[in-house]
């Protein structure tokens, strides 16, 4: 199963609000993940069942989508956000993880 | 605390082996799914490798007949052995915990903090 992210790129400001999306290939229900990941750093669980945020997550974070396409949004971008965002499918195997999308600030 | 922490990367001639470890605390690697993925400089996230409790394994079509995962439930230790190995191995390597429960694997949480691997002559 493919996950295409858009954008792969993106620009924001500390305050915007942004939208990540990710769209597979076949169906996958709610199977969906997002991580966060820091340079030198190892990923992080962001959001699991496609809008669950995990414990210890900023409310800041939001995830919806089923079957084919999924969003990651991030409300209020504060300076500890910009990193790289990843979608992971556990559908099936093998699992696997969208292309990633960088999210820098502009 | 549930803690992961990875050993065993470094720096290996092409054609070599190498064995990963990845050291658990705070659970029983026998009642949870566990996993490897790496990353390749600058790239995205690979999934590489999954132990199921039951000790099935899977691996990726990339890593199948060169990876082995095996566990040693007495050191709550999983292993991935990697024969062969060629420069598009070179990565950092992480060990997870899958997430889940009636249904299924829902996502990795924790990750080890990861070991270099570096394929070269």
């Known amino acids: ?15 915007d609000r942004v939208t ?6 076949q169906g996958i ?10 340079p030198g750093k190892a990923p992080k669980l962001l959001i699991y069942g496609a809008s669950t945020l995990q414990s210890g997550v900023p409310s800041s974070f939001s995830g919806s989508g089923y079957g084919t396409e999924f969003t990651l949004t991030i409300n209020s971008l504060q300076p500890e ?17 969208g292309q990633g999308t960088r999210l820098d600030i502009k | 605390e549930v803690q992961l922490v990875e050993s065993g990367g470094g720096l290996v001639q092409p054609g070599g082996s190498l064995r990963l470890s990845c050291a658990a605390s705070g659970f029983i690697i026998s009642n949870r799914y ?12 690979e999934w590489v490798s999954v132990i199921y409790s039951g000790g099935s394994t ?3 079509d990339s890593v199948k007949d060169r990876f082995i995962i095996s566990r040693d439930i007495s050191m709550n230790t999983v292993y991935l052995q990697i024969y062969s190995l060629s420069a598009e191995d070179t990565a950092v390597y992480y060990c997870v915990v899958h997430l889940g429960g009636v249904r299924g694997s829902e996502a990795f949480d924790p990750w080890g903090q990861g070991t270099q691997v570096t394929v070269s002559s």
């Open chain 1, 1 to 15: 199963i493919q996950l295409t992210q858009s954008p792969s790129f993106l620009s924001a400001s500390v305050g």
């Open chain 1, 20 to 25: 990540i999306t990710c769209r597979a290939s």
């Open chain 1, 29 to 38: 229900s709610n199977y969906l993940a997002w991580y966060q990941q820091k």
């Open chain 1, 81 to 97: 956000d910009f990193a790289t965002y990843y979608c992971q499918q556990l559908s099936g195997y093998p699992i696997t993880f």
């Open chain 2, 34 to 45: 566990m996993s490897w993925v790496r990353q390749a400089p600058g790239k995205g996230l």
């Open chain 2, 58 to 60: 899977y691996y990726a």
